[in-house]
């Protein structure tokens, strides 16, 4: 999905103007970014981690 | 065996009475039930396939949010171990308190803020296309729990970049490094690390490979037996043509009846972590109602 596309969804979708397959595919894509985000939290160091560093 | 008798007595007149009054009107209703339902049934076999997708759909979209709530679950555990990214917290009487003076962390924070700017100077599209579409996630994310500053900075940030304002983007960063921030901060890591390019590519092949499975595990969650579900999906797939892939291709892409069994087992078991995370969330369910009135509506006669 182009970012451009991802912006006008993201406002449909808020708006409630979505359609299904719309708000679908932009909840899919969202939640594959949280997904990946949380990758990305769990690679950076905890507090535990940082302190026996 | 005790006979009753049903025939009013001076005692019970009135309420004989009363009753017979329910009676008929109960007779009443079940005469329009059945009126109705002969017109459902009329009209039921009118509903388009495309008119029955809208309603599987509209679970997909509910299902959908749960993984969204699940997902926020998930990242607010693993900022609790995290602090360091915080330059705020709160007390236990909810009063926020600012942390003063660089704490032994500062250096971990610097590091990234750094290099986030170093990469945000001259971003390459897809570097600024990620971080846009992680600025966006992470505004509607936190929109959907309601934390509205958070959603507000991720809207202010994503503007600035898309416009190339450096200026304006440092300056909102560096205002973003609060505790509530610190999805934006883990979110930008990841979008400057990854790049949107091979974000949206394993999200769209995902999809694609996923797409019977996620119908098919919607219908479950919304409370459908496995057999029903698997068929009105089977039966979807079969229309439309698209999900189907021949047993060879099946062996090389992790698509349709692929580990069936074992996709439902471990399906069943995300949807019953997901409904316990939930309930301690205090995240109410899915709201069944909202969608069995939807379905109700499509039965009606276009005219009522």
């Keep these: ?50 302190k026996q560093a | 065996m005790e006979k009753f008798n049903f025939a009013p007595t001076p005692e019970n007149e009135n309420d004989y009475f009363k009753r017979g009054e329910g009676v008929e009107k109960l007779v009443t209703e079940m005469k329009e039930d059945s009126a109705r339902r002969e017109k459902y ?45 915080k330059t705020e917290v709160t007390s236990d ?40 579409a992680g600025l966006m996630a992470s505004g509607l994310a936190y929109d959907f729990k309601n934390t509205a500053l958070v959603a507000e900075l991720a809207g202010t940030i994503s503007d600035q970049i898309t416009n190339g304002d450096h200026e304006a983007w440092f300056k909102t960063f560096d205002t973003t490094m609060l505790a509530e921030g610190v999805a934006i901060v883990g979110l930008l890591a990841l979008s400057i690390k990854n790049g949107v390019k091979s974000i949206s590519q394993t999200i769209k092949s995902k999809l ?14 919304a409370g459908g ?20 892939r021949s047993a060879d291709q099946a ?29 301690e969330m205090g995240i109410e369910r899915i709201d069944r109602l909202k969608y069995t009135d939807k379905k109700k509506d499509l039965f009606l006669p276009k005219n009522e």
């Excluded at chain 1, 182009?2 to 899919?28: M, Q």
């Excluded at chain 1, 970014?33 to 160091?45: D, N, Q, T, Y």
């Excluded at chain 2, 009063?95 to 971003?123: C, H, Q, W």
């Design chain 1, 1 to 50: 999905m182009e970012i451009e596309e991802l912006k006008k969804l993201a406002e449909k979708v808020k708006a409630g103007s979505a359609t299904n397959e719309e708000s679908i595919a932009y909840l899919d894509t969202v939640n594959g970014l949280l997904g990946e985000f949380i990758v990305a939290l769990r690679s950076m160091p905890t507090d535990e981690q940082l």
């Design chain 2, 41 to 85: 049934a009329e009209q039921l076999k009118k509903i388009s396939p495309e008119e029955g997708i809208e309603v599987l759909q509209n679970l997909d979209i509910n299902e959908k949010n749960i993984e969204f709530a699940l997902r926020m679950a998930e990242i607010e555990e693993e900022q609790k171990s995290r602090s360091y990214l």
């Design chain 2, 93 to 132: 009487t909810g009063e926020v308190i600012r942390l003063s003076g660089p704490s032994k962390f500062e250096g971990v924070k610097k590091e990234f803020y750094d290099e986030a700017k170093r990469t945000l100077t001259n971003p390459s599209k897809y570097v600024k296309a990620a971080v846009i």
């Design chain 2, 208 to 221: 694609v490979a996923n797409q019977k499975m996620q119908r098919y595990v919607s219908m479950l969650a």
């Design chain 2, 225 to 244: 037996d496995e057999e029903t579900s698997k068929s009105v999906v089977d039966s979807e797939a079969n229309k439309n043509g698209g999900y189907e």
């Design chain 2, 251 to 279: 062996v090389t892409r992790t698509t349709g009846y692929d580990r069936w069994t074992e996709r439902t087992e471990e399906a069943k078991e995300q949807i019953k972590t997901v409904r316990e995370k939930l309930g």
